[in-house]
Protein backbone atom coordinates (compact mmCIF):
# COMPACT_ATOMS: atom_id res chain seq x y z
CA UNK A 1 0.00 0.00 0.00
CA UNK A 2 2.67 2.32 0.76
CA UNK A 3 4.93 1.43 -1.74
CA UNK A 4 1.76 2.33 -4.18
CA UNK A 5 1.74 5.83 -2.88
CA UNK A 6 5.37 6.26 -3.36
CA UNK A 7 4.94 5.28 -6.94
CA UNK A 8 1.63 7.78 -7.38
CA UNK A 9 3.50 10.36 -5.86
CA UNK A 10 6.63 10.97 -7.95
CA UNK A 11 4.19 10.51 -11.14
CA UNK A 12 2.18 13.57 -9.97
CA UNK A 13 5.92 14.98 -9.17
CA UNK A 14 7.29 14.34 -12.83
CA UNK A 15 3.91 15.56 -14.28
CA UNK A 16 4.20 18.88 -12.26
CA UNK A 17 7.65 19.30 -13.81
CA UNK A 18 7.02 18.10 -17.28
CA UNK A 19 4.44 20.96 -16.79
CA UNK A 20 7.04 23.30 -15.56
CA UNK A 21 9.40 22.99 -18.18
CA UNK A 22 7.06 23.02 -21.03
CA UNK A 23 5.66 26.73 -19.50
CA UNK A 24 9.24 27.76 -19.35
CA UNK A 25 9.68 26.80 -22.88
CA UNK A 26 6.81 28.20 -23.75
CA UNK A 27 7.83 31.91 -22.34
CA UNK A 28 11.37 31.40 -23.63
CA UNK A 29 9.84 31.02 -27.46
CA UNK A 30 7.55 33.89 -26.53
CA UNK A 31 10.45 36.17 -25.04
CA UNK A 32 11.40 39.02 -27.51
CA UNK A 33 14.67 38.90 -26.75
CA UNK A 34 16.74 36.52 -28.59
CA UNK A 35 18.11 33.98 -26.61
CA UNK A 36 20.98 31.14 -27.73
CA UNK A 37 22.31 28.68 -26.12
CA UNK A 38 25.89 27.09 -27.32
CA UNK A 39 28.63 25.01 -26.05
CA UNK A 40 32.12 24.53 -27.93
CA UNK A 41 30.59 27.47 -30.06
CA UNK A 42 28.25 25.55 -31.29
CA UNK A 43 24.65 26.27 -30.85
CA UNK A 44 22.68 23.96 -28.99
CA UNK A 45 19.65 25.93 -28.71
CA UNK A 46 17.98 28.99 -30.32
CA UNK A 47 14.35 30.55 -29.87
CA UNK A 48 11.90 31.95 -32.10
CA UNK A 49 13.36 35.58 -31.70
CA UNK A 50 16.80 34.46 -32.31
CA UNK A 51 15.85 32.62 -35.76
CA UNK A 52 14.32 36.12 -36.83
CA UNK A 53 17.24 38.27 -35.62
CA UNK A 54 19.83 36.17 -37.37
CA UNK A 55 17.43 35.56 -40.45
CA UNK A 56 16.73 32.12 -39.89
CA UNK A 57 13.67 30.35 -41.09
CA UNK A 58 13.20 28.63 -37.94
CA UNK A 59 15.46 27.93 -35.15
CA UNK A 60 16.36 24.32 -36.51
CA UNK A 61 18.22 26.19 -38.76
CA UNK A 62 20.65 27.25 -36.40
CA UNK A 63 21.19 24.01 -33.86
CA UNK A 64 25.00 22.85 -34.47
CA UNK A 65 25.92 26.31 -36.32
CA UNK A 66 29.16 27.81 -35.33
CA UNK A 67 28.45 30.57 -32.97
CA UNK A 68 31.68 32.25 -34.59
CA UNK A 69 30.22 33.07 -38.37
CA UNK A 70 27.65 35.32 -36.90
CA UNK A 71 30.18 37.34 -35.62
CA UNK A 72 32.89 39.94 -36.97
CA UNK A 73 35.84 38.58 -37.46
CA UNK A 74 37.82 41.38 -35.05
CA UNK A 75 35.38 40.53 -32.45
CA UNK A 76 36.45 36.70 -31.88
CA UNK A 77 39.40 37.43 -29.41
CA UNK A 78 36.61 39.06 -27.27
CA UNK A 79 34.39 36.74 -27.31
CA UNK A 80 37.27 33.93 -26.63
CA UNK A 81 38.02 36.14 -23.63
CA UNK A 82 33.77 36.30 -22.26
CA UNK A 83 33.40 32.67 -22.43
CA UNK A 84 37.01 31.62 -20.37
CA UNK A 85 35.81 33.86 -17.94
CA UNK A 86 32.65 32.42 -17.34
CA UNK A 87 34.42 28.65 -17.60
CA UNK A 88 36.45 30.32 -14.65
CA UNK A 89 33.15 31.65 -12.89
CA UNK A 90 33.68 34.87 -13.69
CA UNK A 91 30.02 37.01 -13.37
CA UNK A 92 27.34 37.54 -16.14
CA UNK A 93 29.15 39.33 -18.69
CA UNK A 94 27.52 42.35 -20.33
CA UNK A 95 28.32 43.08 -24.11
CA UNK A 96 27.55 46.47 -25.70
CA UNK A 97 27.56 47.99 -29.16
CA UNK A 98 28.45 44.74 -30.80
CA UNK A 99 27.14 43.15 -34.67
CA UNK A 100 25.85 40.03 -35.47
CA UNK A 101 26.17 39.54 -39.35
CA UNK A 102 22.44 38.04 -40.26
CA UNK A 103 22.30 35.07 -43.00
CA UNK A 104 21.99 37.74 -45.39
CA UNK A 105 25.30 39.37 -44.35
CA UNK A 106 23.53 42.79 -43.26
CA UNK A 107 25.07 43.58 -39.84
CA UNK A 108 23.02 44.08 -36.52
CA UNK A 109 23.55 45.98 -33.94
CA UNK A 110 23.04 44.13 -30.54
CA UNK A 111 23.44 44.50 -26.71
CA UNK A 112 24.10 40.98 -25.32
CA UNK A 113 24.16 39.42 -21.56
CA UNK A 114 26.11 36.05 -21.14
CA UNK A 115 26.12 33.31 -18.35
CA UNK A 116 26.67 29.58 -17.76
CA UNK A 117 24.09 26.85 -17.37
CA UNK A 118 23.65 23.30 -17.50
CA UNK A 119 21.92 22.20 -20.81
CA UNK A 120 22.00 19.04 -21.61
CA UNK A 121 24.32 18.03 -18.55
CA UNK A 122 27.19 20.01 -19.49
CA UNK A 123 28.27 23.38 -19.22
CA UNK A 124 26.79 25.81 -22.08
CA UNK A 125 27.10 29.70 -22.10
CA UNK A 126 23.73 31.19 -22.62
CA UNK A 127 23.25 34.83 -24.88
CA UNK A 128 20.65 36.83 -24.47
CA UNK A 129 20.43 39.49 -27.24
CA UNK A 130 18.54 42.46 -28.06
CA UNK A 131 18.41 44.21 -31.11
CA UNK A 132 19.29 48.01 -31.12
CA UNK A 133 19.98 49.01 -34.74
CA UNK A 134 16.88 51.07 -34.39
CA UNK A 135 18.05 53.08 -30.57
CA UNK A 136 21.43 53.14 -32.02
CA UNK A 137 20.31 54.96 -34.98
CA UNK A 138 17.46 57.05 -33.34
CA UNK A 139 20.79 58.26 -30.87
CA UNK A 140 22.88 58.89 -33.89
CA UNK A 141 20.48 61.02 -35.04
CA UNK A 142 19.84 62.84 -32.09
CA UNK A 143 23.76 63.62 -32.03
CA UNK A 144 23.85 64.33 -35.47
CA UNK A 145 21.20 66.77 -35.02
CA UNK A 146 22.56 68.45 -31.53
CA UNK A 147 25.61 68.70 -33.82
CA UNK A 148 24.23 70.22 -36.73
CA UNK A 149 22.68 72.76 -34.49
CA UNK A 150 25.26 73.81 -32.49
CA UNK A 151 27.49 74.22 -35.67
CA UNK A 152 24.55 76.46 -37.24
CA UNK A 153 24.71 78.79 -34.19
CA UNK A 154 28.36 79.07 -33.81
CA UNK A 155 28.90 79.61 -37.53
CA UNK A 156 25.26 81.68 -38.43
CA UNK A 157 25.72 85.14 -40.00
CA UNK A 158 23.60 86.14 -36.81
CA UNK A 159 24.19 86.86 -33.11
CA UNK A 160 21.91 84.28 -31.03
CA UNK A 161 21.92 84.40 -27.33
CA UNK A 162 19.97 82.96 -24.38
CA UNK A 163 19.32 84.41 -21.73
CA UNK A 164 17.67 83.96 -17.93
CA UNK A 165 16.34 87.12 -15.79
CA UNK A 166 19.64 87.39 -14.42
CA UNK A 167 22.31 85.73 -16.48
CA UNK A 168 22.95 85.09 -20.30
CA UNK A 169 23.24 81.37 -20.56
CA UNK A 170 24.44 81.15 -24.29
CA UNK A 171 25.74 83.87 -27.03
CA UNK A 172 27.26 82.65 -30.43
CA UNK A 173 30.53 83.76 -31.35
CA UNK A 174 28.89 86.65 -34.37
CA UNK A 175 27.24 87.97 -31.59
CA UNK A 176 30.48 88.59 -28.95
CA UNK A 177 32.76 89.74 -32.21
CA UNK A 178 30.15 92.33 -33.42
CA UNK A 179 29.74 93.58 -29.58
CA UNK A 180 33.58 93.74 -29.56
CA UNK A 181 33.36 90.87 -26.26
CA UNK A 182 35.08 88.19 -25.65
CA UNK A 183 32.62 84.87 -24.73
CA UNK A 184 33.83 85.13 -20.89
CA UNK A 185 33.26 88.53 -20.86
CA UNK A 186 30.14 89.03 -22.72
CA UNK A 187 28.60 86.24 -19.99
CA UNK A 188 29.27 88.02 -17.17
CA UNK A 189 26.81 90.98 -18.93
CA UNK A 190 23.01 91.05 -17.25
CA UNK A 191 20.96 90.24 -19.55
CA UNK A 192 20.28 92.88 -22.45
CA UNK A 193 23.03 95.65 -21.00
CA UNK A 194 24.30 95.09 -24.60
CA UNK A 195 21.75 97.37 -25.51
CA UNK A 196 21.22 101.31 -25.48
CA UNK A 197 19.41 102.58 -22.34
CA UNK A 198 15.72 103.65 -23.91
CA UNK A 199 16.27 100.23 -25.96
CA UNK A 200 16.60 97.91 -22.19
CA UNK A 201 14.42 100.08 -20.43
CA UNK A 202 11.81 99.53 -23.33
CA UNK A 203 12.41 95.85 -23.83
CA UNK A 204 13.15 94.89 -20.39
CA UNK A 205 9.45 96.16 -19.78
CA UNK A 206 7.64 94.04 -21.99
CA UNK A 207 9.56 91.05 -21.87
CA UNK A 208 10.01 90.39 -17.98
CA UNK A 209 6.78 90.77 -17.43
CA UNK A 210 5.36 89.09 -20.80
CA UNK A 211 3.86 85.70 -21.47
CA UNK A 212 5.65 82.84 -22.72
CA UNK A 213 6.10 82.58 -26.83
CA UNK A 214 5.67 86.42 -26.82
CA UNK A 215 7.72 87.55 -29.96
CA UNK A 216 8.93 91.26 -29.78
CA UNK A 217 10.23 92.69 -32.95
CA UNK A 218 13.79 95.05 -32.43
CA UNK A 219 15.12 97.83 -34.74
CA UNK A 220 17.47 99.55 -32.13
CA UNK A 221 20.79 100.79 -31.13
CA UNK A 222 23.45 98.62 -29.20
CA UNK A 223 26.66 99.59 -27.19
CA UNK A 224 30.18 98.04 -27.78
CA UNK A 225 32.63 97.15 -25.36
CA UNK A 226 34.37 100.52 -26.46
CA UNK A 227 31.08 102.41 -25.94
CA UNK A 228 29.95 102.94 -29.68
CA UNK A 229 26.69 102.39 -30.93
CA UNK A 230 25.78 100.09 -33.44
CA UNK A 231 22.61 99.36 -35.05
CA UNK A 232 21.38 96.13 -34.51
CA UNK A 233 17.66 94.55 -36.28
CA UNK A 234 16.08 91.09 -35.25
CA UNK A 235 13.91 90.44 -32.31
CA UNK A 236 13.27 88.83 -28.81
CA UNK A 237 11.60 85.63 -28.01
CA UNK A 238 10.05 84.03 -24.10
CA UNK A 239 10.64 80.55 -24.26
CA UNK A 240 11.15 78.06 -21.69
CA UNK A 241 14.42 76.81 -20.74
CA UNK A 242 15.44 74.13 -18.18
CA UNK A 243 11.52 74.48 -16.51
CA UNK A 244 12.24 78.43 -16.56
CA UNK A 245 11.41 81.63 -18.38
CA UNK A 246 14.23 82.75 -20.96
CA UNK A 247 14.96 85.23 -24.05
CA UNK A 248 15.70 83.80 -26.96
CA UNK A 249 17.36 86.65 -29.41
CA UNK A 250 18.70 86.98 -32.55
CA UNK A 251 20.20 90.34 -33.97
CA UNK A 252 22.16 91.23 -37.09
CA UNK A 253 24.53 94.04 -37.48
CA UNK A 254 22.75 96.73 -39.63
CA UNK A 255 25.08 99.41 -39.35
CA UNK A 256 26.65 99.37 -42.52
CA UNK A 257 23.07 99.23 -44.17
CA UNK A 258 22.07 101.89 -42.27
CA UNK A 259 24.68 103.71 -43.63
CA UNK A 260 24.10 103.20 -47.14
CA UNK A 261 20.55 103.49 -47.61
CA UNK A 262 21.54 106.89 -45.75
CA UNK A 263 23.67 107.13 -48.61
CA UNK A 264 21.31 106.05 -51.18
CA UNK A 265 18.41 108.50 -49.91
CA UNK A 266 20.88 111.18 -50.22
CA UNK A 267 22.41 110.20 -53.59
CA UNK A 268 18.04 109.78 -54.34
CA UNK A 269 17.49 113.14 -53.32
CA UNK A 270 20.17 114.21 -55.51
CA UNK A 271 19.30 112.57 -58.52
CA UNK A 272 15.94 114.04 -57.68
CA UNK A 273 16.59 117.50 -57.63
CA UNK A 274 18.79 116.85 -60.83
CA UNK A 275 16.02 115.76 -62.72
CA UNK A 276 13.79 117.69 -61.57
CA UNK A 277 15.70 121.04 -62.45
CA UNK A 278 17.47 119.56 -65.82
CA UNK A 279 16.60 121.84 -68.41
CA UNK A 280 16.13 118.68 -70.61
CA UNK A 281 11.77 117.74 -70.31
CA UNK A 282 11.71 114.56 -68.55
CA UNK A 283 8.24 111.98 -67.93
CA UNK A 284 8.24 108.81 -66.17
CA UNK A 285 5.33 106.33 -67.15
CA UNK A 286 3.45 103.39 -66.12
CA UNK A 287 1.52 101.75 -68.88
CA UNK A 288 0.77 105.27 -70.05
CA UNK A 289 0.08 107.22 -66.57
CA UNK A 290 2.18 109.71 -65.87
CA UNK A 291 4.36 109.32 -62.45
CA UNK A 292 6.84 111.67 -62.51
CA UNK A 293 7.52 115.44 -65.00
CA UNK A 294 9.96 117.57 -63.90
CA UNK A 295 9.80 121.17 -64.22
CA UNK A 296 11.02 121.39 -67.59
CA UNK A 297 8.42 118.89 -68.95
CA UNK A 298 5.77 120.70 -66.82
CA UNK A 299 6.80 124.30 -68.32
CA UNK A 300 6.74 122.76 -72.07
CA UNK A 301 3.38 121.35 -71.87
CA UNK A 302 2.01 125.25 -69.90
CA UNK A 303 1.14 122.95 -66.58
CA UNK A 304 1.34 124.30 -63.70
CA UNK A 305 1.76 121.95 -61.07
CA UNK A 306 1.48 118.10 -59.86
CA UNK A 307 -2.55 117.92 -59.51
CA UNK A 308 -2.42 118.61 -63.37
CA UNK A 309 -0.49 115.70 -64.24
CA UNK A 310 0.07 113.08 -62.04
CA UNK A 311 -1.88 109.93 -62.87
CA UNK A 312 -3.02 111.53 -66.07
CA UNK A 313 -2.44 109.35 -69.47
CA UNK A 314 0.46 110.99 -71.89
CA UNK A 315 -1.85 110.33 -74.46
CA UNK A 316 -4.00 113.01 -73.21
CA UNK A 317 -0.85 115.65 -74.25
CA UNK A 318 -0.47 113.82 -77.44
CA UNK A 319 -2.27 114.69 -80.89
CA UNK A 320 -4.79 111.90 -81.70
CA UNK A 321 -2.65 110.84 -84.70
CA UNK A 322 -0.19 109.77 -82.80
CA UNK A 323 -1.52 107.79 -80.28
CA UNK A 324 -1.11 104.28 -82.27
CA UNK A 325 2.62 104.81 -83.28
CA UNK A 326 3.32 105.85 -79.64
CA UNK A 327 1.73 102.81 -77.92
CA UNK A 328 3.51 100.76 -80.46
CA UNK A 329 6.73 101.96 -79.62
CA UNK A 330 5.79 101.83 -75.82
CA UNK A 331 5.24 98.21 -75.44
CA UNK A 332 8.10 97.45 -77.80
CA UNK A 333 10.38 99.39 -75.41
CA UNK A 334 9.26 97.10 -72.58
CA UNK A 335 10.97 94.00 -74.09
CA UNK A 336 14.01 95.58 -74.51
CA UNK A 337 16.38 97.95 -72.46
CA UNK A 338 18.00 99.82 -75.51
CA UNK A 339 16.37 103.19 -75.63
CA UNK A 340 14.30 103.94 -78.93
CA UNK A 341 15.31 106.54 -81.65
CA UNK A 342 14.07 109.94 -81.02
CA UNK A 343 10.75 109.96 -83.47
CA UNK A 344 8.45 113.25 -83.94
CA UNK A 345 5.42 113.61 -82.68
CA UNK A 346 3.11 116.20 -82.16
CA UNK A 347 1.93 117.28 -78.23
CA UNK A 348 -0.49 118.68 -77.07
CA UNK A 349 -0.27 121.83 -74.53
CA UNK A 350 -2.58 123.00 -71.42
CA UNK A 351 -3.54 126.20 -73.69
CA UNK A 352 -4.81 124.23 -76.81
CA UNK A 353 -1.60 124.93 -78.90
CA UNK A 354 0.18 121.86 -80.49
CA UNK A 355 4.02 121.60 -80.80
CA UNK A 356 6.45 119.59 -82.77
CA UNK A 357 8.28 117.43 -80.49
CA UNK A 358 11.09 114.59 -80.45
CA UNK A 359 10.61 111.45 -77.84
CA UNK A 360 13.28 108.88 -77.03
CA UNK A 361 12.24 106.29 -74.17
CA UNK A 362 13.87 103.81 -72.54
CA UNK A 363 12.74 100.85 -70.07
CA UNK A 364 13.74 101.67 -66.02
CA UNK A 365 13.54 98.50 -63.85
CA UNK A 366 12.50 98.64 -59.93
CA UNK A 367 11.67 102.36 -59.80
CA UNK A 368 9.49 102.09 -56.41
CA UNK A 369 9.03 98.46 -57.18
CA UNK A 370 7.64 98.78 -60.84
CA UNK A 371 8.76 98.40 -64.34
CA UNK A 372 8.36 102.35 -66.24
CA UNK A 373 9.54 103.89 -68.54
CA UNK A 374 11.67 106.73 -69.05
CA UNK A 375 11.05 109.74 -72.01
CA UNK A 376 13.06 112.28 -72.50
CA UNK A 377 11.16 115.09 -74.89
CA UNK A 378 13.15 117.87 -76.96
CA UNK A 379 11.03 120.75 -78.12
CA UNK A 380 11.96 121.23 -81.82
CA UNK A 381 9.83 124.74 -82.17
CA UNK A 382 12.70 126.54 -82.64
CA UNK A 383 15.27 123.62 -84.53
CA UNK A 384 11.76 123.53 -87.12
CA UNK A 385 11.96 127.15 -87.66
CA UNK A 386 15.78 127.21 -88.23
CA UNK A 387 15.67 124.00 -90.36
CA UNK A 388 12.85 125.70 -92.40
CA UNK A 389 14.83 128.63 -93.21
CA UNK A 390 18.21 126.30 -93.84
CA UNK A 391 15.47 124.28 -96.58
CA UNK A 392 13.95 127.59 -97.95
CA UNK A 393 17.98 128.52 -98.49
CA UNK A 394 18.95 124.71 -99.78
CA UNK A 395 15.51 125.09 -102.32
CA UNK A 396 16.60 128.85 -103.66
CA UNK A 397 20.29 127.15 -104.30
CA UNK A 398 18.80 123.96 -105.80
CA UNK A 399 16.20 125.60 -107.81
CA UNK A 400 19.78 128.13 -109.41
CA UNK A 401 21.01 124.81 -110.14
CA UNK A 402 18.13 123.24 -111.93
CA UNK A 403 17.70 126.40 -113.70
CA UNK A 404 20.82 125.88 -114.93
CA UNK A 405 20.64 122.38 -116.02
CA UNK A 406 16.89 122.58 -117.19
CA UNK A 407 17.94 125.69 -119.06
CA UNK A 408 21.19 123.31 -120.83
CA UNK A 409 18.82 120.24 -121.41
CA UNK A 410 16.14 122.34 -123.05
CA UNK A 411 18.56 124.18 -124.91
CA UNK A 412 19.45 120.99 -127.22
CA UNK A 413 16.44 119.61 -128.52
CA UNK A 414 15.23 123.27 -128.85
CA UNK A 415 18.42 123.80 -131.04
CA UNK A 416 17.10 120.90 -132.63
CA UNK A 417 13.44 122.11 -133.15
CA UNK A 418 14.66 125.06 -134.68
CA UNK A 419 16.50 123.58 -137.03
CA UNK A 420 14.58 121.65 -138.65
CA UNK A 421 11.64 123.82 -138.66
CA UNK A 422 14.11 125.74 -140.65
CA UNK A 423 14.45 122.90 -142.86
CA UNK A 424 11.19 122.21 -143.74
CA UNK A 425 10.17 125.99 -144.05
CA UNK A 426 12.53 125.98 -146.79
CA UNK A 427 12.30 122.66 -148.45
CA UNK A 428 8.28 121.87 -147.87
CA UNK A 429 8.35 118.30 -149.12
CA UNK A 430 5.75 115.99 -148.19
CA UNK A 431 8.30 113.27 -147.78
CA UNK A 432 10.14 114.80 -144.66
CA UNK A 433 7.45 113.20 -142.14
CA UNK A 434 10.52 111.80 -140.33
CA UNK A 435 11.45 114.96 -139.11
CA UNK A 436 8.05 115.45 -137.40
CA UNK A 437 8.73 112.37 -135.24
CA UNK A 438 12.68 113.56 -134.63
CA UNK A 439 10.33 116.94 -133.20
CA UNK A 440 7.99 114.80 -131.16
CA UNK A 441 10.22 112.53 -129.50
CA UNK A 442 12.05 116.05 -128.15
CA UNK A 443 9.01 116.96 -127.20
CA UNK A 444 8.33 114.37 -125.38
CA UNK A 445 11.62 114.58 -123.34
CA UNK A 446 10.93 118.24 -122.38
CA UNK A 447 7.99 116.98 -121.35
CA UNK A 448 9.31 114.07 -119.43
CA UNK A 449 11.89 116.76 -117.79
CA UNK A 450 9.33 118.98 -116.64
CA UNK A 451 7.10 116.27 -115.08
CA UNK A 452 10.05 114.92 -112.97
CA UNK A 453 11.11 118.76 -112.11
CA UNK A 454 7.19 119.01 -110.61
CA UNK A 455 7.36 115.59 -108.88
CA UNK A 456 9.98 117.50 -106.99
CA UNK A 457 9.10 120.71 -106.09
CA UNK A 458 5.46 119.96 -105.71
CA UNK A 459 5.33 116.11 -103.57
CA UNK A 460 1.99 114.45 -103.00
CA UNK A 461 0.55 114.31 -98.95
CA UNK A 462 1.51 110.93 -97.58
CA UNK A 463 -0.67 108.91 -95.84
CA UNK A 464 0.87 106.37 -93.37
CA UNK A 465 -0.77 102.75 -92.93
CA UNK A 466 0.24 99.29 -91.90
CA UNK A 467 1.28 97.24 -94.91
CA UNK A 468 3.50 94.74 -95.48
CA UNK A 469 6.69 94.72 -97.95
CA UNK A 470 6.13 91.82 -99.14
CA UNK A 471 3.16 92.32 -100.62
CA UNK A 472 4.39 95.67 -101.94
CA UNK A 473 7.41 93.68 -103.60
CA UNK A 474 4.98 91.17 -105.05
CA UNK A 475 2.92 93.36 -106.32
CA UNK A 476 6.16 95.67 -108.20
CA UNK A 477 7.10 91.66 -109.00
CA UNK A 478 3.75 91.28 -110.81
CA UNK A 479 3.53 94.79 -112.24
CA UNK A 480 7.55 94.61 -114.32
CA UNK A 481 7.78 91.13 -114.75
CA UNK A 482 6.21 91.25 -118.59
CA UNK A 483 8.47 95.04 -119.02
CA UNK A 484 11.54 92.74 -117.95
CA UNK A 485 10.54 89.70 -120.21
CA UNK A 486 10.75 92.08 -123.22
CA UNK A 487 13.77 93.53 -122.44
CA UNK A 488 15.77 90.38 -121.75
CA UNK A 489 15.92 90.71 -117.85
CA UNK A 490 15.06 87.86 -115.32
CA UNK A 491 13.45 89.43 -111.45
CA UNK A 492 14.03 86.70 -108.77
CA UNK A 493 11.68 87.72 -106.01
CA UNK A 494 13.06 86.44 -102.04
CA UNK A 495 10.50 87.04 -99.38
CA UNK A 496 11.56 86.12 -95.84
CA UNK A 497 9.12 84.45 -94.35
CA UNK A 498 7.59 85.99 -90.65
CA UNK A 499 7.97 89.80 -91.74
CA UNK A 500 6.70 92.05 -89.38
CA UNK A 501 4.61 94.95 -91.25
CA UNK A 502 5.61 98.84 -92.00
CA UNK A 503 3.72 101.84 -91.20
CA UNK A 504 3.58 103.86 -94.52
CA UNK A 505 1.98 105.38 -97.57
CA UNK A 506 1.89 102.20 -99.92
CA UNK A 507 2.00 104.24 -103.17
CA UNK A 508 5.11 105.97 -102.55
CA UNK A 509 6.57 102.84 -101.30
CA UNK A 510 5.89 101.26 -104.02
CA UNK A 511 6.92 104.07 -106.76
CA UNK A 512 10.37 104.33 -104.95
CA UNK A 513 11.30 100.25 -105.85
CA UNK A 514 9.25 101.04 -109.28
CA UNK A 515 12.20 103.43 -109.83
CA UNK A 516 14.84 101.77 -108.89
CA UNK A 517 13.63 98.24 -110.66
CA UNK A 518 13.28 99.73 -113.98
CA UNK A 519 16.99 101.62 -113.56
CA UNK A 520 18.48 98.28 -113.13
CA UNK A 521 16.17 96.87 -116.23
CA UNK A 522 17.47 99.92 -117.91
CA UNK A 523 20.96 99.49 -116.68
CA UNK A 524 21.35 95.97 -118.45
CA UNK A 525 20.41 97.06 -122.08
CA UNK A 526 22.03 93.52 -123.04
CA UNK A 527 19.74 91.05 -120.33
CA UNK A 528 20.52 90.24 -117.10
CA UNK A 529 18.66 89.60 -114.03
CA UNK A 530 17.49 91.75 -111.28
CA UNK A 531 16.94 90.27 -107.49
CA UNK A 532 14.41 91.74 -105.30
CA UNK A 533 14.40 90.23 -101.49
CA UNK A 534 13.13 91.41 -98.54
CA UNK A 535 14.30 90.52 -95.29
CA UNK A 536 13.83 91.03 -91.44
CA UNK A 537 17.18 93.47 -89.80
CA UNK A 538 17.96 93.79 -85.78
CA UNK A 539 16.47 96.59 -84.31
CA UNK A 540 13.38 96.44 -85.07
CA UNK A 541 14.17 97.14 -89.25
CA UNK A 542 12.91 95.34 -92.35
CA UNK A 543 15.35 95.40 -95.40
CA UNK A 544 14.41 96.08 -99.53
CA UNK A 545 16.87 95.04 -101.39
CA UNK A 546 17.48 95.42 -105.71
CA UNK A 547 20.39 94.36 -107.02
CA UNK A 548 21.13 93.72 -110.74
CA UNK A 549 24.11 92.13 -112.70
CA UNK A 550 25.17 95.38 -114.63
CA UNK A 551 28.03 96.82 -115.58
CA UNK A 552 27.32 98.91 -112.31
CA UNK A 553 28.26 102.67 -111.56
CA UNK A 554 31.55 104.25 -112.49
CA UNK A 555 33.51 104.85 -109.13
CA UNK A 556 33.43 109.11 -109.71
CA UNK A 557 29.99 109.07 -110.34
CA UNK A 558 29.08 106.93 -107.20
CA UNK A 559 29.42 109.27 -104.61
CA UNK A 560 27.47 111.82 -106.67
CA UNK A 561 24.19 109.53 -107.69
CA UNK A 562 21.14 111.39 -106.41
CA UNK A 563 22.14 114.98 -107.07
CA UNK A 564 19.95 116.88 -109.75
CA UNK A 565 20.33 116.03 -113.48
CA UNK A 566 23.47 113.07 -112.99
CA UNK A 567 22.29 110.52 -114.60
CA UNK A 568 24.09 107.74 -116.67
CA UNK A 569 21.09 107.18 -119.17
CA UNK A 570 21.22 108.58 -122.41
CA UNK A 571 17.58 110.25 -121.77
CA UNK A 572 17.73 109.97 -117.70
CA UNK A 573 17.03 113.41 -115.82
CA UNK A 574 18.86 112.40 -112.25
CA UNK A 575 15.77 113.33 -110.33
CA UNK A 576 14.12 109.84 -109.90
CA UNK A 577 16.67 108.92 -107.70
CA UNK A 578 16.24 112.73 -105.37
CA UNK A 579 12.98 111.67 -105.55
CA UNK A 580 13.42 108.05 -104.18
CA UNK A 581 15.57 109.43 -101.04
CA UNK A 582 13.30 111.91 -100.39
CA UNK A 583 9.69 109.11 -99.79
CA UNK A 584 12.69 106.82 -97.39
CA UNK A 585 13.90 109.73 -95.48
CA UNK A 586 9.94 111.11 -94.66
CA UNK A 587 9.07 107.20 -93.46
CA UNK A 588 12.38 107.28 -91.12
CA UNK A 589 14.29 104.98 -93.19
CA UNK A 590 17.50 105.33 -95.09
CA UNK A 591 18.84 104.11 -98.50
CA UNK A 592 22.20 103.04 -99.75
CA UNK A 593 23.71 102.31 -103.13
CA UNK A 594 26.75 100.13 -103.56
CA UNK A 595 28.53 99.15 -106.81
CA UNK A 596 31.34 97.27 -108.41
CA UNK A 597 32.64 96.67 -111.85
CA UNK A 598 31.26 93.66 -113.15
CA UNK A 599 29.19 93.26 -109.63
CA UNK A 600 26.54 95.35 -110.67
CA UNK A 601 24.94 97.92 -108.58
CA UNK A 602 22.85 97.25 -105.03
CA UNK A 603 20.58 99.78 -103.51
CA UNK A 604 19.45 99.04 -99.78
CA UNK A 605 16.52 100.27 -98.01
CA UNK A 606 16.23 100.34 -94.73
CA UNK A 607 12.45 100.81 -92.92
CA UNK A 608 11.40 100.76 -89.30
CA UNK A 609 8.72 97.57 -89.17
CA UNK A 610 6.10 98.14 -86.89
CA UNK A 611 4.21 95.41 -84.77
CA UNK A 612 1.02 94.61 -85.10
Not at 20 to 47: C, M, T
Not at 352 to 370: C, P, Q
Not at 455 to 471: D, G, I, M, N, T
Not at 550 to 562: D, F, R
Request: overall charge negative; charged content about 25%; hydrophobic content about 40%.
Amino acid sequence: MIRRMNIHGTQQAFSRLQESEERYRHLIELLPDALVVFADYHILYANSSAAKLIGAFSPMDLIGKSIMQFLRPETLPAMFEMVDGLMEGHDPFRLYHQQLIRFDRQPVDIEATAGIIKYDGQKAVQLIIRDVSKRNKIEKTLVETENLYHHLLENTVAGVFLAHEHKILYANPYLVNVLGYTLEHFLQLRPLEFLAEEEFLHLKERLFNGSPNLKVSFNGRGITKDKRFIDLEGSFTLVTFNGEPAILGTLHDVTFKKERENELLESSKMYQRLIKFIPEPIVLTDQGFILYANNSAAELLGLSGEEEWLGQSIFSFMHEDDHVLTDAMMKSIMETDMPSPFLERRLKCKDGRMIEAEMSTIRIRNYMGKTVLLTVIRDLTERKKSEEMLVRSEKLSLIGQMAAGVAHEIRNPLTALKGFTQLLKSRNRTDDKHYFDIMMNELDRISLIVDEFMSLAKPQPAEFKQSRAEHIVSGVYSLLESQAIMAGVEIRLELESGLPAILCDENQIKQVIVNLVKNAIEAMPHGGSVTLSVKNMEGNRVLIAVQDTGTGIPPELLSKIGEPFLTTKEKGTGLGLMICNRIVEAHHGGMRITSGEKEGTRVEIVLPSHKI
